[in-house]
């Protein structure tokens, strides 16, 4: 996170929420926080559902990535017993106990843990999957964010399970002040019009798949002043490279994995065949995220932001993260 | 004869016609100046149609070609309606091959995909023969029920063996394994050739068996005694065919339907002599995958659909159809 900008993290945050945040409704219900020790905790979680706890939580699991990160980066990583089989960040996390998620989901291996909550993602969970537990009489939460505002919502929540409001905000305010400041640099020194970019979620060997509008790549290159090349399409989907050749895109985020053998993701797209008139492979304009910052909703959007500002606007091409 | 006429036609809709609209004129002119070697004018609709649309467009040709002459050869040869190379598991075979190939990181220095190609001709081979020994083991008479039994067994088999080695594999064999289902994009020049190559060879082989083949149509017994090398046929048939098969499935995954459905509706069209149904299921089948692949690109645009899903939905209208019409007869 950056935090260079403290002195200017009010006036930013304010711009941060016209620019977004305002769409931003907390989770109704708040804390309820008693005196003394005995702090009860009532949310309503992202799937409208009331999670009723004795006190903050101190043994979760998280099935998802990104629940996993937001509860590194408020500070109770310590309290995560368990993470689904994709939580790969941040590095502490790789000690915790592996538990299987989406369709293999093993409910015994969670009760095994003995959390006191889960926290479970709608896009990878089945809904009966969240009844199962809680008719093991194990507190479920679920999360559910599409957008940055959304994300917000997720970190709050998991800052009012695990007793740390305070830190979720921090944290909150702390992406809020770079997309601001990001996106004051990006309103300052971008063209119009906007240069135009394409996301690659899956490379062409595999199948090509772009990320569309309602993506947060899309919504952080909105920020960036960055025109997404298939804004007609929702989410991800499959495309035919014809389409990326004639929209012709001036940048190209790709967020291809490299193994160790043959090209990279980066010099397999310019290699490709066709692909030689494209804006982004002429100028070699093709940036490699490989940590997953763009695809999970989680604190890391800002940092994922960051790295596409710099790419963009400060470093030109880079070579890939590896 | 009709149906080359009917593919030189699908084949220029198809260069013609994509995800990015150009021009009918726009890719007369391009392909013209390709032929005669001048310099493009036009740096975007060039590439677009000599570097990706048309090797894509007689990759799934040659695909299609590929697939029915097997399907057309192997139904002679069993005698078998339902014989293909999907139904027996021969590509399942092979896709398997091509994950322990790309797995193991089994590679042929200098030949391009040639170690995945290989394995999955080696392994659709050895499909073949486990699939057919224990058949002619159970029920000597080697009757339809049995054959497609056992291929679908043996299809379930080899997916599971698939699943656990994507398990323990990474991230990579993860998008590998939804590859194998079936695509056509990104295919370029070098699968052109690899593919023109194998059709031409052992395409050519089983087209050579024609007359053989219908003598198989009377029975093992009769092809005998009127002179024919059974032993020499059945392995050629099945070496043939499995290499096809292999190349294809390293090239493009599993493409349903195509090779199943393809002879059946040319046996409307030639009748059910193999010296005329071969040919036929080639540039049927080329006309086929070329058609379907011409929708999955264009049909969502801009989006693409899985050239799997198009062709198991016309296949399988188109099956049942024949179904529906051979049992009421």
Sequence with gaps: MTRRLTPLVAAIGLSAALLGGCQSTPPDGGVTSGAGSAAGVSVTDQAGRTVTLDAPATKVVALTASDVEILYAIGAGADVVGRGEYADYPAEAESVAVVNSGSETNIEQIIALQPDLVIVGTMAQDPEQADQLAAAGIAVAVTDAQTIAETYDTIRLIGALTGRADAAAAVIDDMQATFADLAARAQAVAPTPHKTIYYEVSPLEYGLWAAGSGSFMDEVGHLLQLDNVFADLSSWAEVDQEQVIQRNPDYILTVGMYFGDGPTPIESILGRAGWESVTAVKNRAILNLTGDELSRPGPRLADGAQKLYDFVYADGPAEPTR | ?329
């Design chain 2, 1 to 329: 004869m009709v149906l080359p006429a009917l593919l030189v036609l699908v084949l220029v809709l198809a260069v013609g016609l994509g995800s990015v609209a150009i021009p009918p004129g726009d890719v007369v002119a391009v392909v013209w100046r390709a032929v005669r070697g001048e310099p493009q004018t036009d740096l975007v609709t060039a590439p677009i149609i000599l570097r990706t649309r048309l090797p894509r467009v007689l990759c799934a040709g040659l695909v299609g070609a590929a697939l029915s002459v097997c399907g057309g050869a192997m139904q002679g040869l069993l005698k078998n309606p339902l014989a293909d190379g999907t139904t027996l598991g021969v590509s399942s075979g092979a896709s398997l091959g091509a994950v322990l190939a790309i797995a193991f990181g089994f590679a042929v220095p200098g030949v391009p995909f040639g170690g995945v190609m290989l394995a999955a001709i080696a392994f659709a081979l050895a499909s073949l023969v486990i699939i057919l020994t224990l058949a002619y083991r159970l029920d000597a008479s080697l009757s339809t029920n049995t054959i497609i039994l056992l291929g679908v067994i043996f299809t379930m088999f080899t997916s599971s063996v698939v699943s656990l080695v994507v398990t323990f594999a990474n991230d990579k064999l993860h998008s590998i394994t939804f590859w194998l289902m079936g695509s056509l994009a990104g295919l370029g020049y070098t699968h052109v050739a690899v593919l023109a190559v194998a059709v031409c060879a052992a395409g050519g082989a089983l087209l050579a068996c024609g007359r053989e083949l219908n003598a198989f149509a009377l029975g093992e017994d009769n092809a005998r005694h009127v002179g024919v090398d059974v032993r020499r046929v059945k392995l050629l048939v099945l070496i043939a065919g499995s290499a096809l098969i292999g190349v294809c499935v390293a090239m493009s995954g599993v493409i349903a339907f195509v090779g199943l459905v393809t002879p059946h509706m040319m046996r409307f069209v030639v009748g059910p002599n193999h010296r005329r149904l071969l040919p036929a299921s080639l540039v049927g089948g080329a006309i086929f995958l070329v058609l379907g692949d011409l929708l999955a690109r264009t049909i969502v645009s801009p989006r693409e659909l899985p050239i799997g899903v198009v062709t198991s939905f016309v296949g399988a209208i188109f099956f049942l159809a024949i179904f529906y019409r051979a049992r009421r007869t």
